[in-house]
């Protein structure tokens, strides 16, 4: 298996998690919540979108906080300006950043550091596929700290990142690892409690009979929410991954999303995360082709994820031995006289519905009606990316000749 197989798979494997765990969130009874396609996802698989091109617009240069940290912020305001974020149950504590950005606000200072919510958790994922494992704590501490300030939040980004990382780079799914994971992340920000709900998930796993871990009380995960903060929401997840990477439940995702599906109040987050760990670990030839063919926006998707492996082959590292630089005051960080006025200029398809989204904040800023937009013409000759065994090892090596002659250039 390639590593493309494995971004690919962890990116798909999140969009199918979160949108299947949409379907059933606060269904009476969600086993018979029949299954909709195509398969439309939530903030959650936003979240990775957008960091994700964050990321692959910053890293072609030696890594910078300052100006990854702008550039995601950047992409959270096209987040919020998205007219169909109000569709995808958006995170009241990211809205409010936004907000915050909005007005002016240096990204540095734009978290709550009250909130320890399961948000930034996909950025996380997007962190751990661009970066090695043990060169995930600064990027994932940047990434969420732009929303979410709260050590529990940080510590388990930095967690969720590394373990993703190591299963991105060939290591085999198993509680070693993860328990690996949970002590890289203790080390990075001792003052959250992230890594005590992995670990009582990690227990949970190891004494319960693996026929019945999928159907787990996931109030037993620490904080007792079912996924709705951050420690919880990666306890779950891990549990179900590790029971899912075991007989009887051997390399079944439908399975293990629709346990994850059955959770109350979280069963989105949880699924999303269940989803990328077992697609990364497993790649994407293990995912279900019906499930990988419904999904929403499945090519850009696939793009995000070629684009973040051709990051991680190093491209930035030899931006690096080269010499380059990224000078944080360049176009991408706003001056005091013109951030009011490029924050707060609306998206080009911008709606009064966004506004709708924080209608419980204290935060209001005036904005203009977007000026009208030509309609796209439509594209024709389009060819679609599909994502078989074939086609992934050749764009592996396409991508592979690319490295080569820009390694050969520099």
Known sequence: MGTLDRF???????????????????????????????????????????????????????????????????????????????TRRPGRTSLAAAVRLLQGTDWEHSGNPESDGADPLPRAVAVGLAFPPDEVVDPARTVTTITHAHPTAVQGAVLLAHLVSALARGNALDPHLVAQAAVFAEEAEPRGTAVRSLRVALELSANQDPSSVLRVDPRMVPEGDCGQRCGSAIGLAVLLALASDDPPHWRNLETAVAAA???????????????????????????????????????????????????????????????????????????????????????????????????DLDETIEREDPPEEPADEEPGGIEWITVGGEDLLEMEAIDADLLANVRRRW
Do not use: K, N
């Open 8 to 86: 690919v798979g962890c990116v798909l494997g999140m969009a199918i998690g979160d949108a299947i765990g949409a379907q059933t969130l606060d269904a009476p009874d969600p086993a018979r919540v029949p299954l909709v396609t195509p398969l439309q996802w939530t903030d959650q698989t936003q979240q990775l979108v957008f960091t994700a091109r964050g990321l692959t617009q910053t890293l072609h240069w030696a890594y910078d906080r300052r100006v990854v940290g702008r550039s995601v912020a950047a992409e959270l305001i096209r987040w919020y300006h998205d007219p169909t974020t109000a």
């Open 261 to 359: 599906a059955r959770i109350p109040h979280g069963s989105e987050v949880v699924a999303a995360l269940t989803g990328a760990l077992l697609g990364v670990a497993w790649g994407a030839g293990a995912l279900p082709a019906h499930l990988v063919e419904s999904v929403e926006e499945r090519d850009e998707l696939i793009g995000l994820a070629r684009g973040l492996h051709l990051v991680a082959q190093g491209l930035g590292a030899l931006a690096e031995q080269r010499g380059d630089s990224v000078e944080p005051g360049g176009w991408m960080a706003p001056t005091p006289e013109s951030a009011s006025e490029r924050w707060a200029r609306p998206a080009a398809h911008g709606t009064d519905l966004e506004w709708a989204l924080i209608h």
